[in-house]
C-alpha cells in the first residue's frame, strides 16, 4: 500500500464520522420493520400487528378482530315415547272389531281433505318432537292392542254445517282409568296450542270424542292400554275459512303449538 493511499485512508475516516453524525441530528430514521406476536380478544386470536411496514403510505397495518360466535346451548333431551295417532289413515285396513269405520275416511271442505292435512301435520309434530330427543310412533287408524306410551293423541279436523263454527278442541276418554293424568295432557296441549295459534276453545265436545275407540280398551282390542295418557284433538274447522287457512297455511305454527303442548306435559311429569 503506498503513503498516499494511507493517508488518504486516514483524512477520510474522520469525514465519514461527521457525516453520520451530521444525518443522526437531523432525525433521519430508518425503520426497520418489527413483528408484535399475535394477540387475543374476547378468546379470538388476531392476526399481528405490523410496525414500521413498507405499505403504500408507510403507516402500520390495522389488526381485524372477529367477534366471538355464540354457540347456542341445545334443549335437554327427553327420554319419553309419544304415539301420534293420523286420524282416518288407512281406515279401510281396521280389523274386523271396527269394520264399521272402514268407510270412515274424514271430512272434507274447501277443495281439502281431512286425511291429507292430518297426515301433514301429524308428521311435522313428529319431527319436532324428535329433535327433543322422543321417540314417536307414527300410527294409522289401527292401533297395536294394548298400545304403551308416555302419552297419546288422535290427530284430526272438524267438520260443521255451520261455516261459523270456529276454534280447536280436545277430550279425553270418558271412563278413563287415569283422569288426573289425562287431564294434565289435555291442560297442557290447549294451553300451548292456543297460545301459538290463536284458535280459541270450542267447548262442544262430542260423544264420538269421549268414548273414542282408541281408547277403550274394555270393548276393543286395538286400543291403547289404560295407563297410558290419552286424548284426542280436533285441530280446527275446515268448514271455517279462517281455520282451514290456519290448518293449510301456517302448518308450521299447528305443529309447532301442538308439538309444544306434548313437550310441556312431559317436562312437567
Known amino acids: 500500500m503506498s503513503r498516499n493511499t494511507r493517508e488518504s485512508g486516514g483524512y477520510l475516516s474522520p469525514v465519514l464520522s461527521i457525516l453520520v453524525a451530521l444525518l443522526l441530528a437531523l432525525g433521519v430514521i430508518v425503520f426497520q420493520e418489527t413483528r408484535i406476536p399475535a394477540v387475543t380478544l374476547l378468546g ?14 408507510g ?3 390495522a389488526a381485524i378482530v372477529t367477534a366471538p360466535t355464540t354457540v347456542p346451548t341445545p334443549p335437554p333431551s327427553i327420554n319419553a315415547r309419544v304415539g301420534l295417532q293420523v ?10 272389531e271396527l ?5 270412515e275416511t274424514g271430512a272434507s271442505a274447501g277443495g281439502y281433505e281431512e286425511l291429507d292435512l292430518n297426515l301433514q301435520l301429524a308428521r311435522q309434530v313428529a319431527a319436532l318432537l324428535t329433535a327433543r330427543g322422543i321417540t314417536v310412533d307414527l ?37 278413563s282409568a287415569n283422569p288426573a293424568r289425562d287431564d294434565a295432557l289435555l291442560r297442557a296441549i290447549a294451553s300451548a296450542y292456543g297460545a301459538t295459534t290463536g284458535q280459541p ?17 274394555g270393548a276393543f282390542a286395538h286400543a291403547i292400554a289404560p295407563q297410558t295418557p290419552g286424548v284426542i284433538i280436533e ?16 302448518q308450521p305454527t299447528v305443529a309447532t303449538g301442538l308439538a309444544q303442548g306434548i313437550i310441556d306435559y312431559l317436562r312437567s311429569r
Open 235 to 250: 285441530l280446527g274447522f275446515l268448514t271455517n275459512a279462517s281455520d282451514r287457512a290456519l290448518l293449510v297455511g301456517a
Open 99 to 103: 269394520a264399521s269405520l272402514h268407510t
Open 87 to 96: 286420524g282416518h289413515w288407512q281406515a279401510a285396513d281396521l280389523p274386523a
Open 201 to 217: 276453545i270450542d267447548p262442544h265436545i262430542t260423544r264420538a270424542m269421549t268414548s273414542y275407540y282408541a281408547f277403550n280398551s
Open 139 to 175: 300410527l294409522p287408524a289401527t292401533i297395536p292392542p294394548g298400545y304403551r306410551a308416555d302419552a297419546f293423541v288422535a290427530i284430526h279436523c272438524d267438520y260443521n254445517n255451520d261455516p261459523a263454527m270456529s276454534g280447536f278442541k280436545l277430550a279425553r276418554y270418558g271412563d
Open 44 to 57: 379470538v386470536a388476531a392476526a399481528p400487528l405490523v410496525v414500521g411496514a413498507s405499505d403504500a403510505i
Open 59 to 61: 403507516t402500520p397495518q
